[in-house]
């Protein structure tokens, strides 16, 4: 038999459950997150589900200790594995005083945490895209060796953002990785409304940059590229554009309904692809997960997470005055 | 105006704003709609809903994200004789599209000699109190008040929505026409069929009053009307409310035979105080009405700082009690 795909990657048991792990927890938080949405107790939800196996794969390439995280909305499997927990989401969910992103100063799904190296951002798309190649290029003036990855969806790859960020990182050859979380869809615009090219890759020789697509579902596809385009920013080779094809499978927040632009056939087709299902029948054949330690793992971050929500459904909102503390030095 | 044989029919605010842009779209093949998520799933707030099957996807444009797009291809159509309608889905996301309001929009028909003309209308929903994320509730009204060459208007029920949007439409010039988020679905009023057009430049007097005169407009309208009605219920005082729905051109006659009339004023708005638009309301009551005043004008506004999210949104907004308190103010100064 050849060799498997995580063995020619190096990637060894411990690994490869630990990526099972987080993008199971990001999915089951963003389940939770939905349930406290349709109970009335959080206003809003904007999920990663069907992204997850492509925002693992990425940041498994990545080193959380020295790189830099600048992240979209459905980044939820990428900022668990740069260290942040899941009361920490929760605490965001709920708009808490505790929320270590912004003290409950934003909508879930905006992250930031200076310690963990996740570059705060906003609800503008596209906005942090640019802030990435600042990030590197300061890297790059003080000879430091990170390297930057960014993601957007599809559709954000069609502002000016983009454009300037992408060319800029070419010009000064910057170690960005530009990830394109392509899910077909901006809200409800399909893409072939959006971009006239067939990928969002095919924009990356405009830019003088290495640009490839691949299968979203896959993480350990998704950890390739990324390791590849993480090696050749560390070694000046500039940035790289990847794209990855998965598919959303909520609505695009919990205030869309997705049933006017999305045929139910479509999303059940999606669902059968779904990384999650797909990366645990992997693990499961090749005998490198079992069926109690599957248990055991499903267990496990289901408390976590109900001790999560009742820790942040009891936590206090910030103070009214607090609102107007920060928004200068003094 | 409307004749009183017209039919009319109860709407709620949304419903008077996708009812403006279907009489246009029928009335005139120019008028055509630009925007993110606003053809065949109807727009995020449902504007547009129905427009995409009735006049087909030429003329109801689904864009990709890309506001500078939306705005600067508007302004290209525009000028190439369309009456283009540009959604922005929400307020806070039009900066990338500001380059092209700033530098083009409100100036093509300046520096051409009048040659080339503007005749876009810009749609925004905007404003706290929905429970919105950071940055969809900001309301920057003064950023486009302060640009030259654009008028700016604020309905706050369905039967202005209407006849202001009609009349954007209609407008030779740009408009930027800011939909507050709270009165979408909050109140309906009384609207006719066919087309009427309000006024650009008019503001409404909601209800007459002796003892002062207090100018606000798009969501606080509502707020400032419920405040009202405890404290003239409460206290022997009788007030002036007057929604200005248009922020630029100011109506310069209306507030100041108001202001005349009450000696008094207060100004009530959402929006930071630093920079907002009741500078302008105050300044303009300095230079037509100063020596009628009896009290100093007071305002209430939000504070200088982001609107905080739906923890803390409440207690930014101008409350009940603060616009009680300003008005009672002046009233016993
Ligand atoms: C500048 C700007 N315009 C519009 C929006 C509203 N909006 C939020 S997400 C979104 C769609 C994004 O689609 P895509 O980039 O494909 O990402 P996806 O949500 O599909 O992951 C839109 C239009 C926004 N947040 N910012
Ligand atoms: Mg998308």
Same mark, same amino acid.
């Given at each position: 038999m050849s060799e498997a795909k995580h063995e020619r990657l190096g990637l060894e048991r411990q690994q490869l459950q630990g990526m099972l792990q987080t993008m199971l927890t990001a999915r089951k938080i963003d389940e939770r997150m939905w349930l406290l949405n349709r109970a009335g107790k959080i206003p809003f939800v904007i999920s990663c589900q069907g992204h997850e196996a492509a925002q693992v794969g990425a940041v498994t390439a990545l080193r959380p200790d020295e790189d830099y995280l600048l992240p979209y909305y459905r980044d939820m499997g990428m900022v668990l594995h740069f260290g942040m927990t899941v009361k920490d989401l929760m605490m965001a969910g709920f708009a808490r005083a505790e929320d270590p992103n912004s003290g409950g100063r934003q909508m879930p799904g905006h992250f930031g945490s200076k310690k963990h190296r996740i570059v705060t951002g906003s609800s503008p798309v596209t906005t942090q895209v640019p802030h990435a190649v600042g990030f590197a290029m300061a890297g790059k003036i003080k000879k430091e060796n990170f390297v930057c990855l960014t993601s957007f969806g599809e559709g954000s790859s069609n502002q000016g953002d983009f454009h300037e960020a992408a060319n800029f990182a070419g010009v000064h050859r910057l170690p960005v990785i530009f990830f394109c979380e392509n899910n077909h869809y901006a809200i409800s615009v399909p893409v072939d409304r959006q971009i006239a090219?067939?990928?969002?890759? +095919?924009?990356?020789? #405009? &830019?003088?940059?290495?640009? !490839?697509?691949? $299968?979203?579902?896959?993480?350990?596809?998704?950890?390739?590229?990324?390791?590849?385009?993480?090696?050749?920013?560390?070694?000046?080779?500039?940035?790289?554009?990847?794209?990855?094809?998965?598919?959303?499978?909520?609505?695009?927040?919990?205030? +869309?309904?997705?049933? #006017? &632009?999305?045929?139910?056939? !479509?999303?059940? $087709?999606?669902?059968?692809?779904?990384?999650?299902?797909?990366?645990?029948?992997?693990?499961k054949t090749r005998e490198l997960l079992t069926d109690t330690e599957e248990k055991d793992m499903h267990d496990a971050i289901q408390q976590t997470i109900d001790e999560a929500t009742e820790a942040a459904e009891e936590a206090a909102y910030a103070e009214a005055e607090t609102t107007l503390d920060h928004v200068y030095h003094s | 105006m409307v004749s009183p044989a017209v039919n009319t029919k109860k709407m709620t605010m949304i419903e008077g704003v996708r009812n403006a842009m279907d009489e246009m779209l029928k009335e005139n093949e120019d008028v055509i709609i630009l925007g993110e998520d606003i053809g065949v799933n109807g727009g995020v707030f449902r504007a547009t809903e129905g427009l995409h099957e009735k006049y087909g996807e030429d003329r109801i444009i689904d864009t990709p994200i890309s506001e500078s797009g939306i705005i600067g291809n508007s302004i290209g159509l525009a000028a190439n004789g369309f009456r283009p309608i540009a959604e922005i889905q929400f307020l806070g996301f039009i900066y990338p599209g500001f380059n092209q309001l700033m530098t083009h929009a409100t100036r093509l028909r300046q520096r051409s000699l009048g040659r080339f003309t503007v005749p876009v209308v810009v749609r925004a929903p905007y404003g706290a109190g929905v429970k919105a994320p950071e940055i969809h509730s900001d309301s920057v009204e003064s950023l486009f008040t302060h640009m030259p060459g654009i008028k700016v208007v604020v309905p706050s029920n369905a039967y202005d929505a209407k006849g202001l949007l009609i009349a954007s439409i209609d407008d030779p010039d740009p408009v930027m026409f800011l939909e507050p988020l709270r009165c979408y679905r909050s109140n309906r009023t009384e609207v006719p069929d066919g087309k009427y057009t309000i006024d650009i430049g008019r503001a409404s007097v909601l209800k007459q009053g002796d003892d002062i005169s207090v100018f606000t407009w798009g969501a606080m309208v509502m707020d400032t009307m419920k405040a009202i009605e405890t404290l003239e219920e409460e206290q022997n005082m009788s007030c002036e409310v007057i929604d200005l729905r248009t922020l630029y051109p100011l109506d310069k006659e209306t507030i100041s035979a108001s202001v005349q009339k009450t000696g008094r004023a207060a100004i009530i708005h959402e929006a930071p105080a630093t920079g907002g638009v009741s500078n302008d309301v105050?300044?303009?009551?300095?230079?037509?009405?100063?020596?009628?005043?009896?009290?100093?004008?007071?305002?209430?506004?939000?504070?200088?700082?982001?609107?905080?999210?739906?923890s803390l949104e409440q207690e930014y907004l101008p409350s009940a009690a603060k616009i009680q308190a300003a008005i009672v103010n002046a009233v016993n100064f």
């Open positions: 090219c067939e990928r969002v890759s +095919d924009r990356a020789s #405009s &830019y003088g940059m290495h640009g !490839e697509t691949i $299968d979203g579902n896959d993480p350990l596809a998704v950890y390739e590229a990324v390791k590849n385009a993480a090696d050749r920013g560390r070694d000046g080779a500039g940035p790289s554009l990847i794209e990855t094809m998965s598919y959303r499978l909520t609505p695009h927040s919990s205030d +869309d309904d997705d049933r #006017s &632009y999305r045929s139910r056939d !479509e999303v059940d $087709d999606a669902r059968k692809k779904d990384g999650i299902v797909t990366f645990t029948e992997y693990l | 105050i300044s303009l009551i300095n230079d037509t009405s100063f020596l009628y005043l009896r009290a100093p004008i007071q305002r209430v506004t939000g504070f200088d700082t982001p609107v905080p999210v739906y």
